[in-house]
């Protein structure tokens, strides 16, 4: 501690290229310690927050490389080499990691909190969504599968690192102990209820998507359904796979890559539904949505389930699940929504996404920090 009593925080980040849900996490950290070192991977200067850029991120050896911004993903099996960061005397690491930033070595003694998103989804419950067998032919695969296997040995080693877990649900905390053998303490992140919020305008007859088009995400599901259904779909998003969906998409499918805030928060606010087909680790789209009142049509798996509650479960239901991820089943969630849309109140919507507002987040995430600093919040260890 510094003599006026503030805390002296290192944060590290994965990599910065872009606005989305982790970074979302990541600010309210860097408002709360504005001159704390920033380590990340790489760092495309002013793709984040003015907050995050304040802290002049400092990338690793990765980013000096020409264009890296463009293909940095296929550089995964030189991301434990890189994520070596010189880490400063201080009195806590916290990391926000779902690659490598939790593998940041604290200075002996010095607690490190890590704030997961997931364990490495790439080497671990998402291999087949990112190392597709069929595309890669037999001697691709094999070399693929030594070096998932290196990277599950290395992302398991540097876990212990870490003193202190949170992870961003329930559906993550079963996966920390899944991959690491280790507790952790749910802490779920942030929204912005104050900004994503119901106006007085109309539902439009099409649905919506809204995310990083990455090949887990799965939205050729709602392309073909929609596709197949007829209905208008509006596709808000840019990411590896957009060229595939586009090969997909009929003529009631449109992108628009991807658009400003208020732009998407226009598009929830007004959309018939949200389609979420991804199993994600939390999903903060869901919430968004429901916090402008959008009904929201999700796999029945993963975060959606924390944060959606479905038609049929309860008496304000916020959207519907449907339990395998096909067209087909997806296909039949539309149908049902359509049905007995009358049961759907954007008002209950809106109130489903209050409990994950910002300031409930920085309370806890905050708090925790504190509490682990003053050495009362225990060493998370072996799982139970």
Not at 178 to 191: A, L, Q, T
Request: net charge positive.
């Amino acid at each position: 501690m510094r003599p006026d009593g503030s805390e002296r925080v290192v944060l590290v980040h994965d990599w910065l290229t872009g606005m989305r849900g982790g970074e979302k996490c990541l600010e309210p950290a860097c408002q709360r310690w504005p001159d704390a070192p920033l380590f990340t991977l790489l760092h495309r200067r002013g793709s984040v927050s003015e907050s995050i850029e304040r802290l002049s991120p400092r990338a690793s050896l990765l980013n000096r490389l020409p264009g890296v911004g463009r293909y940095y993903r296929y550089l995964l099996p030189a991301m434990p080499l890189a994520a070596r960061w010189p880490v400063p005397d201080c009195d806590a690491v916290l990391s926000f990691s779902h690659c490598v930033a939790k593998a940041a070595a604290p200075p002996p003694g010095v607690p490190h909190v890590c704030y997961c998103f997931t364990p490495m989804r790439y080497a671990w419950h998402m291999r087949e969504s990112y190392f597709r067998r069929g595309r890669l032919g037999r001697a691709r695969a094999a070399a693929a599968d030594v070096l998932l296997a290196r990277l599950r040995a290395w992302d398991r080693r540097t876990a212990d690192r870490v003193t202190h877990f949170i992870a961003i649900s329930e559906t993550i905390r079963k996966r920390i102990r899944e991959c690491y053998d280790r507790d952790s303490v749910v802490i779920y992140p942030p929204v912005d209820t104050d900004f994503y919020a119901p106006a007085a305008v109309p539902r439009e007859d099409y649905y919506l998507v809204v995310s990083a088009l990455a090949p887990y995400k799965r939205f050729d599901l709602a392309v073909e359904a929609c596709n197949r259904l007829g209905r208008k779909l509006v596709v808000i998003g840019k990411g590896q796979e957009e060229a595939k969906l586009r090969t997909l998409a009929g003529a009631t499918v449109t992108f628009l890559g991807w658009q400003p805030d208020e732009v998407i928060r226009d598009h929830y606010r007004r959309c018939r539904a949200v389609l979420f087909p991804a199993e994600e680790d939390f999903g903060i789209v869901p919430v968004e949505a429901q916090a402008c009142g959008a009904p929201v049509i999700a796999l029945g798996r993963g975060g959606a389930t924390e944060t959606v509650r479905p038609l049929g479960a309860t008496a304000e239901p916020g959207g519907v699940f449907f339990a395998a991820q096909t067209a087909d089943d997806l296909i039949d969630a539309i149908e049902r929504f359509e049905r007995e849309a009358g049961e759907f109140d954007p008002r209950a919507a809106r109130r489903n996404a209050l409990p994950f507002r910002r300031e409930r987040y920085e309370s806890e995430l905050f708090g925790y920090v504190g509490r682990v600093i003053r050495g009362e919040a225990e060493p998370l260890r072996k799982a139970a």
